[in-house]
């Protein structure tokens, strides 16, 4: 312990070559260290990035940097980008192509464009936000049924890591059976491969949502606005076991008591069960353009598929019957050419002197 005292890490000598002289390893001196003291400022710029988010989702950095102009606080962009990387959160507007999966954890298209839910345990959905504490931050995973919008499993951590995500994706598994679809977005605790095979082996058909689309997993999105409306903000939770305590609570209350507008004033306790008055739609604001038929060459008597091939046989039959055609005509006008030269060369070496030269109408040429 006396010989890590030696060490400094604000001397001019570098940490690795004090570290060589004292005869102490670099892990045994850095596993000693003091865990770094949580930001006082770090903390308010982040919660009042959160309550604005929550309001606006469309900022960006910019205009939280703006924004917190506003209330008096002078941050520059790249500290606000670095809080709202920790917290997750990205304005909704499109921008640089900065994000981009991973190599090896593979994007599945999204396919609930345009699809009614219309029972439960048709469509899954997940997502995480963060939860802003008195002296740190934590992060909220939850799993839903679109038809019902039951919360059907959450969990907290204070970590990004696919663990807790996994835990509860298993117990919603355990606990209702399992969706036709599941649907999440493309961050990297979604794609990685320990979460899509628990979806795999249990022959689930995995969605994700398209980058920068919001509104594609807009549910969830819905669910993390009533959280902090209705039950963070108002509480003020300062540690990790308060927010548990807390969410536990209003998870609770939101499944069985509190009316939703969307299922007709009921509850989504009471629609998962009995399957009547629920229900989910996506709605696609951009189909697919219908493909304009080709005009036919000639009348085939309808646009079937096989009228169609039948119409572009014809049409190749005829451009190379005209092709012969046209070769045919060009071969017999040049022999023709070829002929009437040979004969008025004749003519003209036949002529006596003095003798008039018979006119190209006289000469005669062969068939």
């Known amino acids: 312990m006396i010989r890590q005292e030696w060490i400094d890490k604000e001397d001019d000598v570098a940490v690795l070559q004090q570290c060589a002289l004292a005869g102490v390893s670099r892990a045994t001196f850095y596993v000693q260290q003091q865990p770094k003291p949580v930001d006082e400022s770090d903390l308010l710029y982040s919660r009042l990035i959160d309550e604005e988010f929550t309001r606006h989702p469309f900022y960006?950095?910019?205009?939280?940097?703006?924004?917190?102009?506003?209330?008096?606080?002078?941050?520059?962009?790249?500290?606000?980008?670095r809080l709202m990387r920790q917290m997750g959160l990205a304005?909704?507007?499109?921008?640089?192509?900065?994000?981009?999966?991973?190599?090896?954890?593979k994007i599945y298209p999204y396919l609930l464009r345009g699809v009614?839910?219309?029972?439960?345990?048709?469509?899954?959905?997940?997502?995480?936000?963060?939860?802003?504490?008195?002296?740190?931050?934590?992060?909220?995973?939850?799993?839903?049924?679109?038809?019902?919008?039951?919360?059907?499993?959450?969990?907290?951590?204070?970590?990004?890591?696919a663990v807790f995500c996994v835990d509860c994706l298993e117990e919603a598994l355990r606990t209702y059976g399992k969706p036709e679809i599941f649907n999440s977005d493309q961050g990297a605790q979604f794609t990685s491969k320990v979460f899509t095979d628990v979806l795999t082996?249990?022959?689930?058909?995995?969605?994700?949502?398209?980058?920068?689309?919001?509104?594609?997993?807009?549910?969830?999105?819905?669910?993390?606005?009533?959280?902090?409306?209705?039950?963070?903000?108002?509480?003020?939770?300062?540690?990790?076991?308060?927010?548990?305590v807390g969410l536990t609570e209003y998870f609770a209350f939101y499944n069985s008591e509190r009316p939703h507008q969307s299922l007709g004033d009921q509850?989504?306790?009471?629609?998962?069960?009995?399957?009547?008055?629920?229900?989910?739609?996506?709605?696609?604001?951009?189909?697919?353009?219908?493909e304009i038929p080709p005009v036919p060459l000639r009348s085939t008597g309808g646009t079937s598929t096989a009228a169609k091939a039948s119409a572009?046989?014809?049409?190749?039959?005829?451009?190379?019957?005209?092709?012969?055609?046209?070769?045919?005509?060009?071969?017999?006008?040049?022999?023709?050419?070829?002929?009437?030269?040979?004969?008025?060369?004749?003519?003209k070496a036949k002529a006596k002197p003095g003798q008039r030269r018979p006119a190209a109408s006289e000469v005669e040429c062969a068939a």
């Open 60 to 81: 960006g950095s910019r205009r939280m940097v703006v924004f917190l102009k506003n209330l008096g606080h002078t941050v520059n962009r790249k500290r606000v980008q």
């Open 116 to 161: 009614a839910v219309v029972r439960p345990n048709q469509v899954w959905s997940t997502d995480i936000t963060y939860i802003r504490l008195a002296h740190g931050f934590a992060y909220l995973v939850a799993v839903i049924d679109w038809y019902s919008r039951k919360v059907l499993s959450w969990r907290i951590s204070n970590s990004m890591e």
């Open 267 to 290: 509850t989504p306790n009471v629609v998962y069960q009995t399957g009547n008055g629920g229900g989910a739609l996506i709605v696609d604001k951009f189909p697919a353009a219908v």
């Open 91 to 105: 304005g909704m507007a499109p921008g640089p192509n900065t994000s981009r999966p991973h190599p090896e954890n």
């Open 312 to 347: 572009k046989t014809e049409a190749k039959a005829e451009a190379k019957a005209k092709a012969e055609a046209e070769a045919e005509a060009k071969a017999k006008a040049e022999a023709e050419a070829k002929a009437k030269a040979k004969a008025k060369a004749k003519a």
């Open 201 to 244: 082996d249990n022959g689930i058909v995995i969605s994700m949502d398209g980058r920068g689309r919001a509104f594609d997993n807009i549910f969830v999105e819905r669910l993390w606005r009533n959280v902090k409306y209705e039950n963070v903000y108002l509480n003020g939770y300062a540690t990790m076991g308060e927010l548990v």
